[in-house]
């Protein structure tokens, strides 16, 4: 029995130091704390063009016009790689049958895209001119280089902090402190929201082989600031 007694007061007392000291502890969030943002934005001009070519074929034989396409295709791939400061690469490409009213195979259609991208504005223009008797212009684009982007965050990412900076010590004297230390922060770039793209029709664009006009837009580039501050008195 002494022994039962003295086995029941052990546990009561583990119970107790477990409950008093040996849980978990929360501590409180700490007083003063502002969480706040910052960002700054500019507009860079787009630097970078993309043109979309785009050749059409139509005939009984789906082999047939899948050749001819590929033929074109590599046709005015090899020409584009030819010019400086242009680069090239195929696009879409798709074969697919035309229905009669009865749901029967009439014919065969095919299309065939190739992707132009380059820096020199005048030299993708004029080379766009001189390819139109066998791919038209589908589709212009613009975008900035990675060089552009990186130099316009560079720019921005110091703007920004500064900018977070002056307003945590601005909203820290409104609350009545007298300064602050940053408790964390993260900086993050947006990216460029890029042009709209411009769309052409493919019979507008065939009629000779002068210059496609290109003239490129702005992009928008923005960096945020987002973090926490410790107000100090």
Do not use: C
Request: proline share 4%; charged share 15%; aromatic share 4%.
């Amino acid at each position: 029995m002494k022994h039962l007694l003295a086995a029941t007061l052990l546990g009561t007392t583990a119970m107790v130091a477990a409950a008093q000291g040996g849980g978990p502890t929360h501590e409180p969030a700490p007083a003063g704390v502002l969480s706040l943002s910052a960002q700054a934005a500019t507009e860079v001009p787009t630097d970078v063009v993309h043109l979309t070519l785009a050749a059409e074929q139509e005939g009984a034989e789906p082999g047939a016009i899948s050749s001819a396409l590929s033929v074109k295709t590599a046709d005015v791939i090899a020409q584009a790689k030819r010019t400086n400061g242009v680069q090239a690469q195929s696009g879409g490409f798709t074969i697919y049958p035309s229905n009669d009213k009865n749901g029967r195979i009439s014919t065969w259609r095919g299309r065939a895209e190739v992707i132009l991208e380059s820096r020199d504005f005048t030299a993708v223009s004029k080379l766009a001119g001189q390819l139109a008797s066998q791919m038209q212009v589908q589709n212009i684009s613009f975008s900035l280089s990675r060089e552009a982007r990186q130099a316009a965050e560079t720019r921005l990412t110091e703007q920004a902090v500064a900018s977070f900076r002056d307003k945590a010590q601005a909203t820290t004297k409104l609350f009545g402190y007298g300064s602050y230390t940053i408790r964390e922060v993260q900086v993050g770039e947006v990216g460029a929201v890029q042009p709209m793209p411009r769309m052409y029709a493919a019979k507008a664009m065939m009629a000779d082989s002068a210059p496609v006009p290109v003239e490129g837009g702005k992009a928008q580039v923005t960096v945020t600031v987002n973090g926490s501050v410790q107000m100090l008195k």
